[in-house]
């Protein structure tokens, strides 16, 4: 599992970019999160999530807000 911060929204899309604590840039889809809303997304939000090979290069799945307190 990854951890990293959502660096980009892209809303009338439905996909953004995750800053990962490994120092790359992982792209992901509406439809790879996990118990959340993409509307509910806010850059900078801390998320867990698993890589996956995808045609165009990495990819997030399983994406997870990582819940404070």
């Known amino acids: 599992m990854h951890t990293g911060k959502i660096k980009k929204l892209v ?23 996990v ?12 998320v867990e999530f698993d890589v996956e090979a995808s045609e165009k290069g990495p990819r997030a799945v399983n994406v997870r807000v990582i819940q404070k307190g």
């Open 35 to 46: 118990d959340s809303k993409f509307s509910d997304l806010k850059e900078d939000q801390e």
């Open 11 to 33: 809303g009338e899309r439905g996909f953004g970019f995750i800053s990962d604590n490994d120092g790359r840039e992982v792209f992901f889809h509406q439809n790879n999160i």
